[in-house]
């Protein structure tokens, strides 16, 4: 059974970096395609950004474009999530999520996922 820990949340000022780790044990990670998401009190869960098992394709959401990028290390079964430019908006708990089979045009939609993390926090304020 794949398990997900997400690390690297934190309290950081507008304009400021982050670097999100999502850490995988019970299985490798190159058999999965992996997402972030992230979901703000009051509000949907939603796609961030998601990257293919080769990451030979990464896919952002538009509000993201530009300021995340996603990479992953498969000999150290770690994905990441590198957010530049913070702005407050981009506050919420980020989920690291893991899918066998992502169909295309489905990349950063919650319900292609299969295992979850169990999010960490990330908050954008002066």
């Known amino acids: 059974q794949l398990q997900l820990v997400e690390s690297g949340g934190g309290l950081v000022q507008p304009g400021g970096s982050l670097r999100l780790s999502c850490a995988a044990s019970?299985?490798?990670?190159?058999?999965?395609?992996m997402g972030w998401f992230r979901q703000a009190p009051g509000k949907e869960r939603e796609g961030v950004s998601s990257?293919?098992?080769?990451?030979?394709?990464?896919f952002y959401a538009d509000s993201v474009k530009g300021r995340f990028a996603i990479s992953r290390d498969n000999a150290k079964n770690t994905v990441f999530l590198h957010m530049n430019s913070l702005k407050p908006e981009d506050t919420g708990v980020y989920y690291c999520?893991?899918?066998?089979?992502?169909?295309?045009?489905?990349?950063?939609?919650?319900?292609?996922?299969?295992?979850w993390g169990l999010g960490t926090q990330v908050t954008v304020s002066s």
């Open positions: 999520a893991a899918t066998g089979i992502l169909g295309v045009g489905r990349e950063l939609l919650k319900s292609e996922y299969v295992y």
């Open positions: 019970g299985s490798t990670l190159d058999h999965y395609a």
């Open positions: 990257i293919t098992t080769s990451a030979d394709r990464t």
